[in-house]
């Protein structure tokens, strides 16, 4: 990390702390993605990837979008399944002094969204839970954007066969599955597909 510029040290501290997201790193008026975040929005959105010196021989690939019109790129993220961290200045770089300090003030996935022109309208926005082993599950469905929380518990030997019920009853935009509940091929098929972005 010495050979990095303060910058960009305090870039990938931030990203090392939100690595499942593409990390929006506001600088100025802009929003910038550096790396392999950076490679990967150019392709998604389109993007010029260029690049910014980073302290090493090599220059950091980059690619931005202006701060006022982040929501758009955001929401075709999200539509694709994909997280995002927005990290914002906390402090005004005319009155910092040194480098100015950063953090991440949100985060953003298909379940947790409350933005209107990503939303259907009618329809629920549910982010899910699931916890438990095969004969003891508990099952937590919430919609950020309409402040509804659901949940239940399901116990037998069919409680798998229940959950995949209940999923399909709710069809959640994201999944949130606890460690060592058991995964099965019924469980990931239906998943896929009705496009429902797992996280495990």
Excluded at 41 to 46: I, M, N, R, T, V
């Amino acid at each position: 990390m010495e050979d990095f510029t303060p910058m960009m040290r305090q870039y990938l501290e931030i990203k090392e702390q939100n690595k499942d997201a593409l990390l929006f790193y506001r600088l100025g008026d802009f929003y910038e993605l550096f790396f392999e975040d950076a490679e990967k929005a150019s392709k998604l959105l389109d993007l010029v990837l260029t690049g910014r010196d980073c302290g090493r021989e090599e220059r950091a690939p980059m690619c931005g979008i202006p701060y006022h019109s982040a929501e758009s790129y955001i929401n075709r993220l999200i539509s694709m399944g994909i997280k995002v961290a927005i990290c914002e200045q906390m402090e005004d770089p005319a009155t910092a002094k040194g480098l100015v300090r950063r953090a991440v003030v949100r985060r953003i996935t298909p379940g947790t969204t409350v933005d209107g022109q990503i939303l259907e309208e009618g329809k629920n926005n549910y982010i899910a839970a699931v916890y438990g082993r095969k004969d003891a599950v508990g099952l937590c469905f919430a919609d950020v954007s309409a402040g509804v929380l659901k949940a239940t518990s399901l116990k037998g030997a069919d409680a798998p066969a229940k959950v995949l019920d209940e999923l399909a009853a709710f069809l959640p935009k994201e999944l949130l599955v606890c460690e060592g509940y058991p995964v099965n091929k019924a469980f990931t098929e239906f998943a896929a597909e009705q496009k429902i972005f797992v996280q495990h």
